[in-house]
């Protein structure tokens, strides 16, 4: 399929494009980005693109996808739809499935379901340790080659020190990232929500800031010592952002990420019991909240990701304490960013994108973020300027647990197009 885009604002961070122009797409590549009148008479698809922004295809390098074991929450099909309609070309999807993605068997068979069922690109990530328990590390070498992009316990934290230490130096052999959970289970100590005035007022089990920031200092200091990568996931307190834009001036490997909820909400919204509220890391405070700004201003935070983790009505709807943690996200992570960061002045539209497309790209090594000539065409459309409200029982996803129904938020993706076909055209999946 050929495809002119014309006349939108392109903005591409890598290449340093802010400006109206075309792009023209051929045989599923970027073939040219300029104004190009010898395209006339050649039969194409044009999307006029006038008064909206065109950016590369978001990058989520971070989700559930519950495939395989638990469809029952997601599956590769429908996960992928809904991340297509959010404007995300790209997922990197956990490994806490059933079976956990330890082997090359379950990582050629996420990869081969994508590639039969998904509508955006699916990237595996392994795990650090044999069916997440922590106690042996997983064939890093054999999930590499498998075409696994990081590796990750994610969900739990990994508590042995010395095994860490082994998987960070193991990965960084074979040039992956290693996405660390950073939560100290004892500190945690089976709580459900932010340990504060709201967990005292409701009478729930608080979970103390240091159950995150004891693990991230332990992180960081072991990828200072060994001189290996580090990634830290879902951060959401002042102390967690503190130490990791100390570790970046004393010149440590390390990077990380948030996620719309930490810079959207706080720990107010878990009043009245609300189990969409719920997630882990819990939602902090209002100074949590103004120090992952800060950190996404100042660049101390690296990406924006959607923690996409998708669960049954009926692991909702219960008493909080037996509630299961985390919120889908695919369908409002660019709305909230744009409407919370962008509007508000945190960032800019440029610095917008490549925390959600370029810089998660780079950390898992892919070959995408950017609008280079010759590269796959992975682009998302969208309107920056046009007020959308968020409709919880619309959402594509098998799983509605999102505390967002309601919001009215700004850029809702309009276009999608994925390897050179549309996938989303005018806001309807295709």
């Given at each position: 399929m050929r495809i002119l885009i014309k006349g939108g604002r392109v903005i591409d961070p890598a290449n340093n494009i802010?400006?109206?122009?075309?792009?023209?797409?051929?045989?599923?590549?970027?073939?040219?980005?300029?104004?190009?009148?010898?395209?006339?008479?050649?039969?194409?698809?044009v999307i006029d693109a006038s008064g909206k922004t065109v950016v590369p295809g978001l990058v989520d390098m971070h989700?559930?996808?519950?495939d395989p074991?638990?469809?029952?929450?997601?599956?590769?099909?429908?996960?992928?739809?809904?991340?297509?309609?959010?404007?995300?070309?790209?997922?990197?999807?956990?490994?806490?499935?059933?079976?956990?993605?330890?082997?090359?068997?379950?990582?050629t068979y996420i990869k081969t379901k994508a590639k039969d069922v998904g509508y955006v690109?699916?990237?595996?990530?392994?795990?650090?340790?044999?069916?997440?328990?922590?106690?042996?590390?997983?064939?890093?070498?054999?999930?590499?080659?498998?075409?696994?992009?990081?590796?990750?316990?994610?969900?739990?934290?990994?508590?042995?020190?010395?095994?860490m230490r082994r998987a960070m130096e193991y990965a960084d052999m074979f040039d992956m990232t290693v996405i660390s959970h950073c939560e100290d289970l004892s500190l945690?100590?089976?709580?459900?929500?932010?340990?504060?005035?709201?967990?005292?007022?409701?009478?729930?089990?608080?979970?103390?800031?240091?159950?995150?920031?004891?693990m991230v200092s332990?992180?960081?200091?072991?990828?200072?010592?060994?001189?290996?990568?580090?990634?830290?996931?879902?951060?959401?307190?002042?102390?967690?952002?503190?130490?990791?834009?100390?570790?970046?001036?004393?010149?440590?490997?390390?990077?990380?990420?948030?996620?719309?909820?930490?810079?959207t909400l706080t720990e107010k919204a878990v009043d009245g019991y609300n189990t969409n509220a719920k997630m882990n890391p819990p939602l902090?405070?209002?100074?949590?909240?103004?120090?992952?700004?800060?950190?996404?201003?100042?660049?101390?935070i690296d990406c924006i990701v959607t923690d996409h983790a998708p669960h049954h009505p009926d692991e909702k709807n219960c008493e909080f304490a037996l509630a299961m943690n985390g919120i889908v996200g695919f369908e409002t992570s660019l709305g909230l960013s744009v409407e919370y960061l962008v509007r508000t002045g945190v960032l800019t539209l440029n610095q917008l994108i490549e925390k959600m497309s370029l810089n998660p790209s780079r950390i898992l090594g892919l070959s995408k973020g950017d609008l280079s000539v010759g590269r796959a065409a992975d682009i998302t459309i969208f309107d920056p300027e046009k007020e959308w409200t968020v409709r919880v029982s619309d959402f594509l996803s098998k799983s509605k647990n999102s505390p967002y129904d309601g919001f009215k938020l700004h850029g809702k993706p309009e276009y999608v197009i994925v390897g050179g076909n549309i996938v989303v055209n005018q806001g309807i999946l295709l």
């Amino acid at each position: 399929m050929r495809i002119l885009i014309k006349g939108g604002r392109v903005i591409d961070p890598a290449n340093n494009i802010d400006k109206v122009t075309d792009i023209y797409i051929d045989k599923g590549v970027i073939a040219e980005i300029g104004e190009n009148k010898e395209l006339e008479g050649i039969e194409m698809e044009v999307i006029d693109a006038s008064g909206k922004t065109v950016v590369p295809g978001l990058v989520d390098m971070h989700c559930h996808l519950r495939d395989p074991g638990q469809e029952y929450k997601e599956d590769i099909e429908s996960g992928t739809r809904s991340a297509a309609v959010g404007g995300i070309t790209s997922v990197a999807c956990m490994p806490n499935t059933k079976p956990v993605v330890d082997s090359e068997a379950v990582v050629t068979y996420i990869k081969t379901k994508a590639k039969d069922v998904g509508y955006v690109n699916v990237f595996p990530i392994g795990a650090i340790s044999k069916g997440l328990e922590g106690k042996e590390l997983a064939e890093i070498g054999e999930l590499k080659f498998a075409g696994a992009v990081a590796v990750s316990d994610d969900g739990r934290p990994v508590s042995d020190s010395g095994l860490m230490r082994r998987a960070m130096e193991y990965a960084d052999m074979f040039d992956m990232t290693v996405i660390s959970h950073c939560e100290d289970l004892s500190l945690a100590d089976g709580g459900h929500m932010n340990e504060g005035y709201m967990s005292t007022y409701l009478g729930l089990r608080g979970i103390t800031r240091a159950a995150e920031e004891v693990m991230v200092s332990r992180d960081i200091l072991i990828a200072e010592a060994t001189g290996a990568a580090i990634h830290i996931a879902h951060v959401s307190t002042r102390g967690s952002v503190e130490l990791v834009r100390r570790a970046k001036e004393r010149g440590v490997r390390v990077t990380c990420e948030t996620c719309p909820h930490y810079f959207t909400l706080t720990e107010k919204a878990v009043d009245g019991y609300n189990t969409n509220a719920k997630m882990n890391p819990p939602l902090r405070t209002d100074d949590d909240v103004e120090a992952i700004k800060e950190g996404l201003k100042d660049g101390t935070i690296d990406c924006i990701v959607t923690d996409h983790a998708p669960h049954h009505p009926d692991e909702k709807n219960c008493e909080f304490a037996l509630a299961m943690n985390g919120i889908v996200g695919f369908e409002t992570s660019l709305g909230l960013s744009v409407e919370y960061l962008v509007r508000t002045g945190v960032l800019t539209l440029n610095q917008l994108i490549e925390k959600m497309s370029l810089n998660p790209s780079r950390i898992l090594g892919l070959s995408k973020g950017d609008l280079s000539v010759g590269r796959a065409a992975d682009i998302t459309i969208f309107d920056p300027e046009k007020e959308w409200t968020v409709r919880v029982s619309d959402f594509l996803s098998k799983s509605k647990n999102s505390p967002y129904d309601g919001f009215k938020l700004h850029g809702k993706p309009e276009y999608v197009i994925v390897g050179g076909n549309i996938v989303v055209n005018q806001g309807i999946l295709l």
